[in-house]
């Protein structure tokens, strides 16, 4: 039997954690099918961004990365953020469907919304975070994260 998604309560909104895959601290989720990770946003970055309606890469794909090497920028109606490799490795393919029109992000995020197939250049998931650690660490940084929100985060 499969044990049921971790949910992390962000004041009215629950963002499931599904425990079928692993995170990164900055917000991706990994899954693994063989030697290659597809990656998406967890709900919590979604939640955060709001409404995903552009995304851009600036990279090829096939492409060699180093950890937290910037790949390209996804605009919401909150902000544009830069999307970072989660670690070194491969980027193999984009997930054509989200260029086109990236409202899957919002809607079937852990589903059709993936954005990229990724083989990590050393096979341990050692730099992932389990879903009870991810779990942890948006609980240990939730208030600073509501602060920011509120634009009460002096960033110096």
């Not at 309606?53 to 830069?82: C, H, M, N």
């Not at 260029?99 to 954005?115: C, H, K």
């Not at 990229?116 to 939730?142: G, I, K, V």
Request: glycine share 6%.
């Amino acid at each position: 039997m499969t044990e049921p998604d971790l949910i992390f309560a962000m004041g009215s909104y629950d963002a499931r954690i599904p425990r079928d895959r692993h995170y990164t601290d900055n917000h991706l989720w990994m899954k693994r099918g063989d030697d290659v990770f597809t990656v998406g946003f967890t709900a919590y970055s979604v939640r955060l961004l709001q409404d995903v309606y552009f995304l851009d890469w600036q990279i090829d794909e096939d492409t060699e990365v180093t950890r937290r090497q910037p790949l390209g920028e996804i605009e919401s109606s909150k902000a544009v953020s830069a999307l970072a490799a989660p670690m070194a490795g491969r980027v193999l393919t984009f997930n054509p469907a989200v260029l086109d029109d990236p409202s899957a992000i919002n809607t079937d995020g852990y589903g059709d919304g993936w954005l990229y197939r990724f083989r990590p250049a050393d096979a341990s998931e050692s730099e992932l975070l389990t879903p009870d650690e991810y779990l942890t660490h948006l609980e240990a940084n939730w208030e600073k994260t509501q602060r920011m929100i509120k634009g009460q985060v002096n960033t110096d």
